[in-house]
């Protein structure tokens, strides 16, 4: 069994307006992930999951929303998005800000093999 523990948004600094993507995330042989965000925020935003099967070694390119992978962050707070089923080659977190100031920071654990 494989397991691991990534960095899926890195000190997303709320200053900058729209959305932020997180790095991309080989899940090929996964079979499962969350998500745990911690913020040190004063707003509003959301981080969703996007998902690919492009068969590419290190640059996805085409993305899609994961539906109902979505984490409403509204405070200074530690959220999780419980375990989800996967069957991507890719993965990534998408920070959209609504409003407000502050830091997020995010970690996706997968399971597989």
Known sequence: ???SNELGLD????ATAGAQNGP??????CV???VQSVS??????????QVSNDSVKDAPTN??????ATIAVTAASVLVLP???VCYQWAR???TKTSGTGVVNARVKTIGF
């Open 83 to 85: 375990k989800i089923d």
């Open 63 to 68: 993305w899609s929303d994961l539906a109902s």
């Open 93 to 95: 977190l998408v920070y």
């Open 24 to 29: 991309a995330i080989y899940i090929a042989n």
């Open 1 to 3: 069994m494989r397991i």
């Open 32 to 34: 499962a992930l969350s």
């Open 40 to 49: 040190t925020i004063d707003g509003v935003g959301t981080i969703k999951i």
């Open 11 to 14: 000190s997303i600094n709320m």
